[in-house]
């Protein structure tokens, strides 16, 4: 039987096998699942080998063609030196400008008081009110007395002129002359002495009205109407105080007054502005007074517990705001630098000691770290007593890229030129040194 084109005979089992036999199981085996699949595996084998190697040889030509890091990038900022008016903040507290504290002078029993406590009074005026009665009769009585002595000076003085013209012709004895010019002396001195009695009995009677000696702000009375009160008495019976003007009485450091006047012997300030002697005040709110006072001298004893001296300062107070005690920050001026070096405060670093420093880029573009002494802060900004000069270009921005040593590109930075634009600086009133 013939099928397909294949004579199939039946087999015999002594034949060897036959070679169409081989090649019919060997296309069965090509064409199953499993042939095709490992196929297929060989081949995904050989292209990813095929692929790493490439990608292996592709990163060994690019590390080899790697260029160079680039250069770090910095914005610097070129010290130039500024106008800056220094001033010190220092703590204090207000003081009257005058304190007259209220006694009587004579004793006696008050009668009336006549000021409400707590208003405002002037020189001159009546406070209190003792009891004249007594004082009237004294005076009454040293007036009477007085009369008396001016009413037996005539009889006697011409007494004594008759015996003076008799004495001439022998009439009277120089004895009897002698005791009558002696009556006229004592009857004149015995009216000296009433009328000396009279001006103390006036004055005493003048005492019974307690005045006020000077305008200002009285306080309140220790003592109320009817009681009774002893002449020069250690308790007073009320206190008036002026607080127009005021003054603020400030401690200064004689650290802080030595290392001012150092520097004006070294011609780092100048104290010849038109406004020095003219302090601000800034009161326990923070809030600015807005009257300027004038400060009027430096006490010259040192205060040995605390090592300072005081400054006294006058400022007018005509709203009464000021009052004695309050506890406030006058704002002195020290002078003005010419040539002032402020570099902003993001610019200095510290070491693990505290000493500060920054970061400067030299004319060959590299990188050098250079110690600082601080003055004060300045705002935002650090016044630099020394370590910097003019023309100097201080890092501003990329200080984590620059290291001591290591070349830097400088490039521009707004924050620079703001910096490098700025006008005259006056200080505010920060005076912690560094």
Known sequence: MQQNGTVNNPPNRHDPPRPQHKVSIACRWADSPICRLTAISVKLIVVLISLAGSLFLSGCEERKQAA???????????????????TTELPGRTAAYLVA??????????????????????????????????????????????GKAEANRPAIQLR??????????????????????????????????????????????????VTAPISGRIGRSSVTDGALVTAHQTIALATIQQLDPIYADVPQSTSELLRLRRRLEEGQ??????????????????????????????????DPTTGSVILRIVFPNPDGVLLPGMFVRAVVREGINEQAILIP???????????????????????????LRLDRAIGDQWLVASGLAAGERVILEGMQKARPGSSVKVVSSDAGRKEAAAPDTTSQPAAKSN
Do not use: C, H
């Open 68 to 86: 160079p890091p680039p250069v770090p990038e910095v914005a610097v900022l070129t010290v130039q030196p500024q106008r800056v008016e220094l």
């Open 269 to 302: 300030l100048d104290q010849n502005g038109r406004n020095q002697q003219k302090v601000k005040l800034i009161l326990q709110d923070d809030e600015v007074y807005p009257l300027e006072g004038t400060l009027q001298f430096r006490d010259i004893t040192v």
């Open 345 to 371: 405060q993001q610019t200095v670093s510290r070491d693990p000691k505290g000493n500060p420093s920054v970061l400067v880029v030299d004319g060959e573009g590299k990188v050098q770290q250079r110690p």
């Open 101 to 146: 504290e209220i006694r009587p002078q004579v004793s006696g029993l008050i009668q009336k008081r006549l000021f409400k406590e707590g208003s405002d009074v002037k020189g001159g005026q009546i406070l209190y009110q003792i009891d004249p009665a007594p004082f009237q009769a004294t005076l009454d009585n040293a007036r009477a007395a007085l």
């Open 160 to 209: 004594m002129q008759r015996y003076k013209e008799l004495l001439a012709d022998k009439a009277v004895s120089q004895q009897d002359y002698d005791d009558a010019a002696a009556a006229l002396k004592q009857a004149e001195a015995e009216v000296e002495l009433w009328k000396a009695a009279v001006e103390t009995a006036r004055i005493s009677l003048g005492y019974t009205r």
